[in-house]
T-cell receptor, first 109, second 113 residues
Framework: GQSLEQPSEVTAVEGAIVQINCTYQ??????LSWYQQHDGGAPTFLSY????GLEETGRFSSFLSRSDSYGYLLLQELQMKDSASYFCAVSHNTDKLIFGTGTRLQVFP | KAGVTQTPRYLIKTRGQQVTLSCSPI?????VSWYQQTPGQGLQFLFE???????NKGNFPGRFSGRQFSNSRSEMNVSTLELGDSALYLCASSFGGDHGELFFGEGSRLTVL
């Protein structure tokens, strides 16, 4: 089967850098996505890695290594509003996403 | 432009009843997919529709069904509700084949008593 594992919770302080890892057991996927979800809100798209390497979007960066079955989301200059759940997901040839277990990030002042 | 709209936002049903949830995608988007979110199982794929055709179906029983209309609006139906069907049902839309960038609605929170 397919599975994507993430740490259940990560804590950090404002201004810090945090990395959320995603290890997966799946194959034949197009790319790795990251979504943010605040409590009671909808998941919102953050980034997508189709190729191995680093993608940078403002304070957020995402990395993919297919050979290591591994990816991560890097959040820099953390702000209180970054407190949310973060999900990695793999996509196949359609809009079917397989989501990871999710990581709850708590940012403290 | 307007985002993905889901109705109703909240609903309470009893076991054995059925429910229909509605999703209006972003204008121009032809793909609509549905996900179930629960604390225990996380986000799980239900099915995906593109141009009124089901392209993919997740590992859910036949009680879960859906359809898409010619204007890309979609509905999902759950029959013979069970307690375990209590969840947040999320709809997402895209142009189709965007491989990862989906736009989600706020969801319909279903409680089964």
């Amino acid at each position: 089967g397919q599975s994507l594992e993430q740490p259940s919770e990560v804590t950090a302080v404002e201004g810090a850098i945090v990395q959320i890892n995603c290890t997966y057991q799946t194959s034949g996927f197009y790319g790795l996505s990251w979504y943010q979800q605040h409590d009671g809100g909808a998941p919102t798209f953050l980034s997508y890695n189709a190729l191995d390497g680093l993608e940078e979007t403002g304070r957020f960066s995402s990395f993919l290594s297919r050979s290591d079955s591994y990816g991560y989301l890097l959040l820099q200059e953390l702000q209180m509003k970054d407190s949310a759940s973060y999900f990695c997901a793999v996509s196949h040839n359609t809009d079917k996403l397989i989501f990871g277990t999710g990581t709850r990030l708590q940012v403290f002042p | 432009k307007a985002g993905v709209t889901q109705t109703p936002r909240y609903l309470i049903k009893t076991r054995g009843q059925q429910v229909t949830l509605s999703c209006s995608p972003i204008s121009g988007h032809r793909s609509v997919s549905w996900y179930q979110q629960t604390p225990g199982q996380g986000l799980q794929f239900l099915f995906e529709y593109f141009s009124e055709t089901q392209r993919n179906k997740g590992n859910f029983p036949g009680r879960f069904s859906g359809r898409q209309f010619s204007n890309s609006r979609s509905e999902m139906n759950v029959s013979t509700l069970e307690l375990g069907d209590s969840a947040l049902y999320l709809c997402a839309s895209s142009f189709g084949g965007d491989h990862g960038e989906l736009f989600f609605g706020e969801g319909s929170r279903l409680t089964v008593l």
